[in-house]
């Protein structure tokens, strides 16, 4: 399960050490030029022009080096998903910006000499300038009647091209099951079509990852798994922001937020396979769950359209760890995402105590490995 980040996924545990900041390099435009993006029509469009899919530069592409908010230029209440695109475009700054710093980190030949296809730093590239078109796409979803959040700086814990492809893998496959509960927060058909369209293109990202890195089965099964409460899952990622690095007029992200503890498989782990047992650990010191004495816990464990909750026996806890058996039931494909509740499947938010957790289970090799 994820350590307090969407794309650890407990897996990357041991690389926050030598995680550091990375302001983005090269070109970084003004706040007068950053509010040209008000216009829908300003700069180059995502699916016409192909500086989102072709261009191979180090600097960051357009929008992302246009960092700072963008001003509502009309009055009047909110647009009716505007919440929905605001929580999606300051997720997708911190998507970009790590693909961003891997571009400006690496080059094509110490992928080469660390064991990957010569065409893997050209397909960082690629992901990197669909990451920028979603940028722009995010941004003109927004209303003029609302603020377009700006980028804070972020850092990530890879100092490697292993590391950072291991990474890779689960930021792309955890991004659709946040993407299936967001698309349930959407009111406009619309912005549920558009939702659909980036979550395809996730897929891809995946697939290539998965093919051609780790050369394992790219298929998830007959369908990906749906966590309903993805503020949940991008909360997580406030872990790779640094601290009052974010623009002062950006809204809370995400909102509304709940903050709950951390939840990881424990260090003991050996397999999160179905079946395995492991121990949960609340992996932030300042943020610990409260267990009433006269309440039932159980972690929820939510797999393709389905979930399964296994009940916990946390009386002893914190002296005692808290153990559970991840359900047998689930085939060993795609993700699973994990939380504790105090109701049997977590049938809404406010059940949710702790987590959630990501379990990836394509390469399970992978997620025990990094642990």
């Known amino acids: 399960m994820a350590i307090r980040s969407l794309f650890q996924a407990c897996l990357l545990a041991p690389l926050v050490s030598v995680a550091t900041a990375n302001p983005i390099k090269g070109k970084i435009g003004s706040f007068a030029e950053t509010q040209k993006l008000a216009d829908p029509s300003y700069g180059p469009i995502p699916g016409q022009d192909p500086i989102f899919s072709t261009y191979y530069g180090k600097d960051a592409p357009f929008p992302g080096y246009l960092r700072d908010v963008v001003l509502p230029t009309k009055k009047g209440p909110p647009g009716t998903d505007d919440v929905v695109w605001q929580n999606l475009l300051s997720a997708e700054w911190i998507i970009f910006d790590f693909y961003q710093q891997a571009v400006e980190a690496f080059n094509t030949s110490a992928f080469v000499q660390a064991g990957y296809p010569n065409t893997t730093y050209q397909r960082i590239q690629e992901i990197r300038n669909n990451e920028a078109g979603h940028l722009r796409i995010f941004q003109n979803q927004i209303s003029a009647t609302s603020v377009k959040p700006g980028a804070c700086e972020h850092q990530f814990p890879f100092y490697d091209p292993t590391s950072f ?95 709950l503890p951390a939840l990881s498989a424990g260090k003991d782990t050996r397999s999160l396979l179905p079946g395995a047992t492991i121990s949960l650990n609340f992996t932030d010191a300042t943020n610990q769950p409260s267990f009433a004495a006269d309440c039932q816990y159980y972690a929820v464990f939510f797999h393709g359209l389905t979930n399964i909750s296994v009940p916990l026996n946390t009386t002893a806890w914190p002296a005692q760890e808290i153990r559970v058996t991840i359900p047998k039931q689930f085939e060993t494909k795609g993700v699973i995402a994990a939380v504790v509740a105090d109701t049997p499947g977590a049938p809404t938010k406010e059940t949710v105590v702790a987590g959630p957790g990501i379990i990836l289970e394509q390469p399970a090799a992978l997620a025990v490995a990094l642990l």
């Not at 996730?202 to 007959?222: A, Q």
């Open 165 to 259: 492809l291991a990474l890779v893998t689960v930021l792309e496959v955890s991004s659709m099951a946040f993407l299936t509960g967001l698309v349930q927060n959407a009111k406009l058909s619309s912005s549920q079509a558009a939702m659909l369209a980036i979550a395809e293109t996730e897929s891809r990202h995946e697939t290539w990852s998965l093919l051609e890195i780790w050369k394992t089965n790219p298929f998830g099964g007959p369908v990906d798994t749906v966590f309903p409460y993805a503020n949940e899952i991008l909360d997580t990622t406030n872990g790779y922001i640094v601290p009052g690095s974010c623009p002062k007029l950006n809204p809370v992200y995400p909102s509304p937020r709940q903050g």
